[in-house]
């Protein structure tokens, strides 16, 4: 599976962006889809997920927040991220896995997108 991330860019705080995640090569359908984040100097953390079936997990720092979604007649998943804080400024990564279940970990994910920059000012 070849995934390839858009929708970056700057925004002040408060506002918001959607991040889209277009795939190929795969079986899009059957996969979890994935967002992670990587701030500079940090760890790569676990943002959002999505299943097949459109069941889907946050981290808790974007729980009413971000929303996850996906378009499998698009192969595309989405981050739709409102109410932006400055601490969300990151590289935002779109990842994917086989199976059903959403996991939340770097290494659960077995196909990455090259990134997109979020960059919140205050």
């Known amino acids: 599976v070849q995934l390839q991330a858009s929708g970056g860019g700057l925004v002040q705080a408060g506002g918001s962006l959607r991040l889209s995640c277009a795939a190929s090569g795969g079986t899009f359908s059957s996969s979890v889809m994935g967002w992670f984040r990587q701030a500079p100097g940090k760890e790569r953390e676990f943002v959002a997920a999505i299943t097949w079936s459109a069941s889907t997990q946050y981290a808790d720092f974007v729980k009413g927040r971000f929303t996850i979604s996906r378009d499998n007649a698009k192969n595309t998943a989405y981050l739709q991220m409102n109410s932006l804080k400055p601490e969300d400024t990151a590289v935002y990564y779109c990842?994917?896995?086989?199976?059903?279940?959403?996991?939340?970990?770097?290494?659960?994910?077995?196909?990455w997108g090259q990134g997109t920059q979020v960059t919140v000012s205050s």
């Open positions: 990842a994917a896995r086989e199976g059903r279940w959403v996991l939340t970990k770097v290494y659960n994910y077995d196909h």
